[in-house]
Structures are given as C-alpha cells and as structure tokens.
Nanobody, 123 residues
Framework: QVQLVESGGGLVQAGGSLRLSCAAS????????MGWFRQAPGKEREFVATISRSGDTTSYADSVRGRFTISRDNARNMGYLQMNSLKPEDTAVYYCAARFLIISRDVGEYSNWGQGTQVTVSS
C-alpha cells in the first residue's frame, strides 16, 4: 500500500493557476499509475487526469484538457497537477490516487487515496 498526501489547494480567482502536489510514502511510487479526481458538493467524484508509471502516457477529462497538466517525479515520490485558466466550475475537493501498475480513468479501480485538498475558484 502507498500513502498519499495532497497539498497546494486554495482560493484563486477565475483565470488564475494552482499547482497541486501529491506526496507518496510507504511504497515505491514508480510501481503505481497515478490519478487526480475531484468532487464538488452534491456531486459524485469524477476523473480529472491520469498518468502512467513512467509518465509517458497521460489522459485528461474533456473539461480540463488543455488547461491542466499532470506530471510526476518518481525519484522524489511526488505527483503534480498544474491547473491553469481556472474556472468557477473547477471548484471541488481534489484527490490524488494511485493504482498498482495500470493506468485508468475509472475512480472505482483506485484503491489508494489521499485525504483531498480544497480548490475554490471565485468568479
């Protein structure tokens, strides 16, 4: 099992940027695909982005493609989500997740989760 801790959330105006970080411990991150998901009040948790173990394959939700960039640094056991051109509809709790070996967009296929970090975008 890998333990995950997110950081970097906060309050930002529309059009602004934030960079979320995900620190992993307890296991070698390079054996896990990573994903970012978000959950707004009253809504289900939804896929945002995912990255393969090596970082050579990424996938994004249509709503964030071109604005968000997922990356990772296996040497530091870290994952990142760079969020640019933020919109009020991006407001949510953002979760980092890890899945053993295989990349996935499916929230149900991830068994390792962080506690979440709040992102609030004001209009």
């Amino acid at each position: 099992q890998v333990q995950l801790v997110e950081s970097g959330g906060g309050l930002v105006q529309a059009g602004g940027s934030l960079r979320l970080s995900c620190a992993a411990s307890g296991s070698t991150l390079s054996t896990y695909a990573m994903g970012w998901f978000r959950q707004a009040p009253g809504k289900e948790r939804e896929f945002v982005a995912t990255i393969s173990r090596s970082g050579d394959t990424t996938s994004y939700a249509d709503s964030v493609r071109g604005r968000f960039t997922i990356s990772r640094d296996n040497a530091r056991n870290m994952g990142y989500l760079q969020m640019n051109s933020l919109k009020p509809e991006d407001t949510a709790v953002y979760y980092c997740a890890a899945r053993f070996l295989i990349i996935s967009r499916d929230v149900g296929e991830y068994s390792n989760w962080g506690q979440g970090t709040q992102v609030t975008v004001s209009s």
